[in-house]
């Protein structure tokens, strides 16, 4: 969905904007601040989701965790440091962080892919379609 919304977003953008020069960097601005708020909000309702709507999803995948740990053979007390280790990074608070941070970089590798395709004309050294591109961004 991050790529399609990267690519909507943006051609969106310089449709609205009717630029005749629009380029890779701008193209790029646009689709990483688009990521960066996707990612701000894709953060919040996960964090809001498992500390208020789902509270104990997060327990019973440690339940699975520690019976799958037993089925292959570790011991109760390697078990129960690996629950303690993974109890302590998996808190609402610390998924919704790693998931921004996650999509932020995802978003920044996707956004220089997809910016090559999306730029739009040439700089030209046409003294009119420069000062048209100018009159543009403004």
Same mark, same amino acid.
């Given at each position: 969905?991050? %790529?399609?919304? $990267?690519?909507?977003?943006?051609?969106?953008?310089?449709?609205?904007?009717?630029?005749?020069?629009?380029?890779?960097? &701008?193209?790029? !601005?646009?689709?990483?601040?688009?990521?960066?708020? *996707?990612?701000? +909000?894709? *953060?919040?309702?996960? @964090?809001?989701?498992? !500390?208020?709507?789902?509270? &104990?999803?997060?327990?019973?995948?440690? +339940? *699975?965790?520690?019976? /799958?740990?037993?089925?292959?053979? @570790?011991?109760? &007390?390697?078990? /129960?440091?690996?629950?303690?280790?993974?109890?302590? +990074?998996?808190?609402?608070? %610390?998924?919704?962080?790693?998931?921004? +941070? =996650?999509?932020?970089?995802?978003? *920044? #590798?996707? =956004?220089? #892919?997809?910016?090559?395709?999306? !730029? !739009?004309?040439?700089?030209?050294?046409?003294?009119?379609?420069?000062? /048209?591109?100018? $009159?543009?961004?403004?």
């Amino acid at each position: 969905f991050l %790529i399609a919304g $990267i690519i909507m977003f943006t051609r969106k953008y310089r449709a609205d904007n009717q630029l005749s020069y629009f380029s890779y960097g &701008d193209a790029f !601005k646009v689709s990483f601040n688009m990521s960066f708020f *996707a990612a701000i +909000i894709g *953060a919040f309702f996960l @964090y809001v989701f498992y !500390k208020f709507i789902s509270v &104990d999803s997060l327990k019973q995948l440690q +339940i *699975a965790q520690q019976n /799958m740990l037993l089925q292959l053979g @570790y011991s109760d &007390d390697e078990v /129960m440091a690996t629950s303690k280790m993974m109890s302590a +990074i998996t808190g609402p608070g %610390i998924l919704a962080f790693s998931t921004f +941070i =996650s999509n932020l970089f995802w978003g *920044a #590798i996707i =956004s220089l #892919i997809t910016s090559i395709f999306l !730029k !739009k004309g040439t700089q030209s050294i046409d003294p009119f379609n420069k000062d /048209m591109s100018k $009159i543009d961004k403004e």
